[in-house]
């Protein structure tokens, strides 16, 4: 009866009475520690206790593969922060083929806004969407605001639609170190489609092409001087051009002279130019099902480069794993001089950690 009573206690509760049922006391006061330690030796305890001690990866997983909200979220967290055995779970989680669609362009573009129709065009097709939306992290203090959400409000009980923020956590590339396990942790959720949206970048921060299966470049009619500035990056990784905020004026002047750049600078030179108004959702529709096809006519060849990037990337972090900036300004303050060499400073570091 009472090992009964015991079992059923919440989660919490049972875990302090095992530390009693545990913890070597004498056989008296009333008897009470002395039925604890009988608790103790019951198939019930043993049972609790080897639950207990699961990996809580364990535990989450049925409830992830179904598609549940609060175990995709649980599972996230724990692998952004680096979970002992994440990787192993990763290597046996199954994975569904949803499609990912990126959005990036410089600050102000509207590509929050963007979203938040894109998801409205899709789950009124009775689609089920996961968004990822990155924001950028202070480099002083490494903090975000994660306000990317804000406009997305009406979203947040749809029980269609997943929304989780993340920080850039000092990224150079526009997106969160874990963006790789995290998307294909949305993947494992059964999501019809995962859109993910980048900070606010420029020239160079291009990790989404290594990604996304299909990225939309969202430009504004005011960037028609900054375009140039960006051509040696984001013109070449979009699949998709967007001019977003087309009722202002000379949209379609911008329009026109992007697509005249277009046979110089992009990959490819037809690559298709949306004009859209996120905020009434004029042009969406259009937009919506091309980002759709592109996965489904992707060339071998690019799925291929994709994995690459993002076996490379894998790689990368799992090497560079325990290197952290605390920690290197924590040996750079204990051997600084005046005639410090940064040079001698990093090949003494590769070599103690080998």
Partial sequence: MATSLIMALPYRTKRFAIRLATFPWPNTYCGYPAFLQGFGKSLYFQHTLAFLRMSPFQTLRPQLLQGQFKALARCISLVESGYAGWQAFMQRLPLQPSPIIGLTGPPGAGKSTLADGLVGQWVAQGKTVGVLCIDPSSPFN????????????????????FIRSLASRGSMGGLHPFIIPIADLMKAAGFDIILLETVGVGQTEI??????????????????????????????????????????????????????????????PNTPIFSTVASTGQGLPALGHALLQLPQN????????????????????QKMGAVNVQTLQQRIAAVYQPQFNLYQFVDDCLANDQ
């Fill in 142 to 161: 490494l903090g975000a605001l994660l306000g990317d959400r804000i406009r997305m409000s009406q979203w947040y009980n749809h029980p269609g639609v």
């Fill in 207 to 268: 990790d989404i092409a290594g990604l996304a299966d299909a990225t939309a470049v969202v430009l504004v009619p005011e960037a028609g001087d900054d375009v140039q500035a960006m051509k040696a990056g984001l013109m070449e990784i979009a699949d998709v051009f967007v001019v977003n905020k087309a009722d202002r004026p000379q949209a379609d002047v911008f329009a026109r002279h992007l697509r005249q750049m277009l046979p110089t600078h992009a990959e490819h």
């Fill in 298 to 317: 992707q060339h071998p060849t690019r799925k291929h480069g994709l994995l690459a990037l993002k076996a490379w990337q894998l790689m990368a972090q």
